[in-house]
């Protein structure tokens, strides 16, 4: 499909789709002109969302642990991260929960439009629970969304997940813009704006920042995703209820650390060589100060029965 204005301001212009008319006018429906491509193409392009959920996955586990498994996929949006990790993990039961009715029907008609057996879709209540009866999981995936969780819906929903997470089960937490980058990319697109008062970085992102509409509300903007979030934030949460975090490290795929998995996911985008410098420069942060830091996190943190395995852990301070 194209749009028929290839001047618009768009993320995709054009995407040729296997897509029915009907499943099409669908997506029109609840994404807009801007977004359609890029939508579909979240489900169809292998290199996309498909490729970024592989890597932040099976960089920490094996393919192999997933089979025979129960998987929730919390926020998944109009469908596209769930039946892409349907297709990647066949003998999974992967549990998509979103909280926007509008989005689940279109999830819904994706997957039978695919015929998704191992894939079904449940409406959330409200932001901070679950559906009733949902049961327990081997594995919960947060795509793209710690970051648009307000500070009280974090503190609330992350315990609840936990408890639907077996014992040994991991918690993956990707696509998570670092709090303390220099380069606020996700939302104002300014650099050093988050390390200013927040009072103060309202103000200079209503008016330095031109996807910023001076209308909007800090509270606007933390829901947008400005403030990012880190793994000690993360790890607090739960460590305040007692709930036994483990912060994991990448190990498979020829990755040995969060700077392999970060190039990774991020090699295929934008200016390679920066990165690759970038990740020069990082690497050799982390030998002299023993410090790692990347601009986007793609984390994993396995619920513990017992004492932590320290083989496996990352000192949080370090993050």
């Known amino acids: 499909m194209e749009l028929a204005d290839p001047h618009a301001a768009v993320a995709k212009s054009a995407w040729e789709t296997a897509y029915p008319p009907e499943l099409i006018e669908a997506v029109l429906e609840v994404k807009g002109p801007a977004w359609v491509c890029d939508e579909i193409m979240r489900e169809e392009d292998p290199s996309y969302v498909e490729r970024s959920l592989e890597r932040a996955l099976l960089g920490y586990v094996e393919e192999s642990a997933f089979a025979g498994k129960r998987l929730l996929d919390l926020g998944c949006g109009c469908g596209s991260s769930s039946l892409n990790l349907a297709r990647l993990l066949e003998g999974t039961e992967v549990v998509g929960v979103e909280l926007i009715e509008e989005f689940l029907a279109v999830a819904r008609k994706r997957a039978s439009f695919h015929d998704a057996g191992n894939v079904s879709f449940h409406r959330s209540p409200d932001g901070e629970s679950l559906p009733e009866d949902i049961g327990a999981f081997d594995f919960?995936?947060?795509s793209a969304v710690w970051e648009h969780?307000?500070?009280?819906?974090r503190a609330t929903l992350l315990p609840t997940v936990w408890k639907h997470l077996k014992p040994g089960g991991v918690l993956f937490i990707n696509q998570l813009p670092h709090r303390y980058s220099p380069f606020e990319a996700h939302t104002t697109g300014l650099p050093l704006i988050n390390y200013l008062p927040d009072r103060l970085a309202h103000r200079l992102a209503s008016s330095l920042s031109r996807s910023v509409e001076r209308t909007e509300s800090w509270k606007d903007l933390l829901r947008r995703g400005i403030r990012g979030g880190t793994a000690n934030?993360?790890?607090a949460v739960l460590e305040r209820e007692s709930l036994k975090p483990v912060l994991?490290?990448?190990s498979q795929l020829g990755m040995s650390d969060w700077l392999d998995l970060w190039f990774d996911l991020s090699s295929g985008s934008r200016w390679p060589a920066v990165k690759?410098?970038?990740r020069a420069v990082l690497k050799a942060l982390k030998?002299?100060?023993g410090i790692t830091f990347v601009p986007e996190l793609s984390l994993a943190i396995r619920k513990s029965p017992g004492p932590p395995d320290h083989a496996q852990v990352l000192p949080t301070h370090a993050f």
């Open 140 to 142: 919960v995936v947060l």
């Open 149 to 153: 969780l307000l500070p009280a819906e």
């Open 233 to 235: 934030e993360i790890v």
């Open 248 to 250: 994991l490290e990448p």
């Open 276 to 278: 690759k410098g970038g």
């Open 287 to 289: 030998r002299m100060t």
